[in-house]
């Protein structure tokens, strides 16, 4: 299960934090990071965070976004600074990852957080 909160609604040159923690008997995590779903849009990656720490941002995102990843506490964190209009949308939290006991990864999604970026 995937718990994500911290979306709301924000000006434009804003900031927002999301959060996203995996929960449940959990082996290991091969990838975790952030989605997002504009209206009438493709859901579209924002930034992942690989098992060995490597990242990768939408260019969209570069240099306003920031992924950090707690592997403590399975959880990602995504630092939304300087928001624009066109950032706003539902933000999926997403994790690939192997369950206790399973055989292979699997894809998680979290339930969704609504991000609104308007004066």
């Known amino acids: 299960q995937l718990q994500a909160s911290g979306g709301g609604l924000v000006q434009p040159g804003g900031s927002l934090r999301l959060s996203c923690a995996a929960s449940g008997s959990i082996f290991s995590i091969n990838a975790m990071g952030w989605y997002r779903q504009a209206p009438g849009k493709q859901r579209e990656l924002v930034a992942v965070?690989?098992?060995?720490?490597?990242?990768s941002y939408a260019d969209s995102v570069k240099g306003r976004f920031t992924l950090s990843r707690d592997n403590a506490k399975n959880t990602v964190y995504l630092q939304m600074n300087s928001l624009k209009p066109e950032d706003t949308a539902v933000y999926y939290c997403?994790?690939?990852?192997?369950?206790?006991?399973?055989?292979?990864?699997?894809?998680?999604w979290g339930q969704g957080t609504q991000v609104t970026v308007s004066s």
């Open positions: 997403n994790a690939f990852l192997r369950r206790l006991g399973g055989s292979q990864s699997s894809d998680y």
């Open positions: 965070s690989n098992s060995g720490g490597r990242i």
